[in-house]
């Protein structure tokens, strides 16, 4: 996943880098995390994203399902800009404080909506974040979508492991991580 929450400066190389990966790797997708609606530059990190064939979008940010009918629609105006067919770049939600309380309104959102997860950085023992995951889970659920977790604090491979496995009983799908190494634990956790 390609990260455009920087400054747009700092997207300079990715056409580089997207060139790069379909020499590499042609049948894997890419994805793009998004800079939130707040930042005011969400319009023009997806025009970027389409022009290099983004398969689906993470939106970071996410403070409702208003928010996700807007990338939709950004979205569908860049795909048919740039001659592809509308609706084929799917949507991934990471809601923040004011989404995870507005959770139900993701239901019914946008076709595109192909997972919801949070974001925040709570402890993951506190009430708030328990609050949080539960309803962004639920959520999901009645969205009929994935749930995806939200990224465990840094430390070792031992708390990781107990944050996904918790995430898993609790109707999670996935689990966001900010390091490589991770992608291991994580994969056998939510893989069986």
Not at 90 to 101: E, H, R
Not at 133 to 140: D, N, V
Not at 144 to 167: F, H, M, N, T
């Amino acid at each position: 996943m390609l990260d455009l929450t920087g400054a747009p400066e700092s997207w300079n190389g990715v056409g580089d880098f997207c060139r790069a990966w379909a020499d590499l790797a042609p049948a894997a997708d890419l994805a793009f995390l998004l800079p939130a609606f707040s930042s005011a530059r969400t319009e023009t990190a997806v025009d970027l994203v389409i022009r290099h064939d983004a398969s689906s979008v993470v939106l970071s940010g996410a403070r409702s399902g208003g928010e996700v009918q807007r990338l939709d629609m950004a979205l569908r105006v860049a795909e048919i800009r740039t001659g592809l067919a509308p609706g084929k770049t799917a949507i991934v939600a990471l809601a923040d404080g004011a989404g995870i309380l507005a959770a139900s309104g993701f239901e019914r959102c946008s076709n595109r909506l192909a997972a919801l997860g949070w974001e925040g950085g709570y402890d993951p023992s506190s009430d708030t974040a328990r609050l949080a995951a539960g309803a962004i889970a639920l959520a999901a659920a009645a969205a009929g979508i994935a749930a995806i977790d939200a990224v465990s604090p840094k430390g070792s491979a031992a708390p990781l492991q107990s944050d996904c496995e918790r995430a898993r009983a609790n109707g999670f799908s996935g689990k966001l991580c900010r390091r490589p190494d991770q992608i291991p634990s994580i994969n056998r956790i939510f893989s069986f």
